[in-house]
């Protein structure tokens, strides 16, 4: 019988993640609060059914090894560069301003100044999950507001990695704080060195030799013995395994095996890291929410406004506009997931109070809760304040200073919206830009970058951040307008990649003529993609139809592009 008691548990557990976790999906709610809500109903301060916490939190911590290595793999070092000004610059101001007044409030009030450094970092911290999920449910992954969010995730994410050792050096009490600090940085640096050099060093072709075996069952092993295999790495070098877990992550962002990595780990991530906030909710004592209402509810709003003002000034500082400034301070303002990693782990190594981790637990809870209706709120009054500016080059100016490498869209029609959507799914920042004002008031009211304005004009061309572009595309089905928008692009930039829509063929010629790198004949490509229907439909292999349709592309194109020239020459 007693045998057969963690399995039970386990099982307990697993009902009520599905149970609760699924009702929460259905009213819109993130699955962190229903792993949460799920760990308080069955914990012993719920129903008691699940009272071997040592057990699950041992299973749980796996959870966070993995949601560390996924966090490394999404941060190439191609992406931290590109974002680097908003990621280290931007992120680094919030991080330490917000850990710094958090802590300087805790040690106010009679705290100890390591307890205060905990607790000020990680209320710093924002929820990576729900503030993904808040900004994909309101379409806004491409927009400023949403890039903004990403790149200060994207630094506090890093951020975990440093909080992590500080509680590992703190956990030392024997120790000076400086001396602990020090030894910490000391062990932190060369084991991240060890790492860093033998993954650098074994695991590419680690990977390749395993890919060759064609064994998908092999490849899955071998991930999961690279994800532990850090860890063990980290946890000998007297590090956090999730300090292990998130340099291989890294190391793994850089090899061609990235995609295949991440889609098997990506399972026990999930899995795993829901039932660490189970035991998490498991701990959560909701008589502390009732003997400490009026507490709780003042600490929170107090979190949540101070995060916002921090975020707004610096959005203004940094040149945002002031919709974009309340937006992502109102977006940003709730408590993370990793507090609840840091301040449990914190608690027991004695750093933090157990009372005070208990408080601070649940008023992070409730910060994530109140995110989605913040948030819309957030929205809501950003549209307000840029109605009637969408059109002003200044506006398009501050709306596009946090872009480089990124694509300009030049008609936001049926063919317009399509590339963005390509965009989107591939992570490529663009813009847009259209001479539809109903069109983009709509499409800005839904999250998307679209803005008024004529791309035939210079001072356009240039708010639009021109200089800083990896291509423009020109959807617009007006072909004198295409054609304007080509010249004054080239105008400007001779080497910037331009690709056009065309309706047929004769279209390619004047587009391509004009400076356009590739014209696509928009009538032509469908009756390819017809006829290439036609032969599928009567058995013809999609090889030899990929041959044909290539054949016909690049004879047809050849003989346009040839007219041209003979014209020219003419």
Do not use: W
């Amino acid at each position: 019988m007693n045998e057969s008691a963690p399995l039970s548990q386990i099982v307990i557990l697993l009902c009520a993640a599905v149970l609760i976790v699924a009702i929460s999906r259905m009213i819109r709610l993130s699955p962190v609060i229903g792993y949460l809500a799920a760990g308080a109903a069955v914990g012993k301060f719920g129903l008691n059914l699940v009272n071997d916490v040592e057990m699950t939190s041992s299973i749980a911590e796996f959870g966070v090894i993995f949601l560390l290595f996924i966090i490394g793999i999404e941060l190439s070092i191609d992406r931290l560069r590109s974002m680097r000004k908003q990621v280290f610059g931007f992120g680094s101001a919030q991080m330490l301003i917000t850990s710094a007044i958090f802590g300087c409030f805790f040690v106010g009030i009679g705290g100890q100044a390591a307890a205060a450094m905990i607790i000020g970092g990680g209320l710093a911290l924002s929820s990576t999950a729900i503030v993904l999920q808040v900004i994909s449910e309101q379409g806004e992954r491409a927009s400023q507001v949403g890039r903004l969010s990403l790149a200060i995730l994207i630094l506090q994410d890093l951020a975990v990695v440093p909080l992590l050792v500080l509680v590992s050096a703190l956990s030392e009490h024997d120790k000076p704080l400086m001396f602990a600090l020090a030894d910490a940085l000391f062990k932190g640096t060369i084991g991240l060195i060890v790492i860093f050099v033998s993954g650098y060093l074994l695991l590419r072709p680690l990977f390749r030799f395993i890919a060759s075996l064609e064994n998908t069952e092999l490849f899955s092993a071998t991930t999961l013995l690279v994800v532990l295999g850090a860890s063990q790495l980290s946890i000998m070098a007297g590090l956090s395994p999730a300090l292990g877990a998130f340099m291989a992550g890294l190391l793994v962002a850089e090899t061609e095996f990235k995609a295949q990595v991440e889609a098997d780990v990506l399972p026990f991530k999930g899995l795993l890291l829901g039932l660490f906030f189970m035991t998490v909710g498991m701990t959560l004592n909701l008589d502390t929410l009732q003997n400490n209402f009026f507490s709780i509810i003042g600490l929170t709003l107090m979190l949540m406004i101070c995060k916002s003002i921090i975020i707004m000034a610096l959005c203004r500082v940094f040149g945002f506009s002031l919709s974009t400034a309340i937006h992502s301070g109102l977006m940003l303002s709730q408590g993370s997931e990793f507090a609840f990693i840091l301040f449990s782990l914190a608690a027991s190594q004695g750093i933090i109070p157990l009372h005070v981790s208990q408080v601070l637990l649940v008023v992070v809870t409730v910060s994530m809760t109140l995110t989605p209706l913040v948030a819309q709120l957030g929205k809501k009054i950003a549209f307000a304040l840029e109605k009637y500016a969408i059109s002003q080059p200044e506006n398009l100016i501050e709306e596009t200073l946090d872009l480089s490498n990124h694509v300009i869209i030049s008609g936001y029609g049926r063919v317009g919206h399509t590339v963005a959507r390509l965009l989107e799914m591939e992570g490529i920042n663009y813009v847009a830009i259209d001479i539809d004002s109903f069109l983009t008031a709509r499409e800005r009211k839904r999250g998307i970058p679209v803005f008024y304005g004529d791309t035939a004009r210079v001072h356009v061309l240039n708010a639009l951040g021109i200089a800083r572009a990896r291509a423009v595309i020109v959807t617009h089905n007006d072909t004198r307008v295409a054609l304007q928008t080509i010249i004054t692009v080239r105008e400007l930039n001779r080497d910037l990649p331009i690709i056009a829509r065309a309706k047929n063929l004769e279209q390619v010629q004047k587009l391509e003529a004009a400076g356009a790198n590739l014209a696509v004949a928009e009538m032509y490509e469908m009756s390819l993609q017809l006829g290439g229907a036609v032969l599928k439909s009567v058995g013809i292999k999609e090889a030899e139809i990929s041959r044909i349709i290539e054949v016909f592309r690049a004879e047809d194109y050849a003989v346009t592009r040839a007219s041209e020239k003979e014209t020219g020459a003419a």
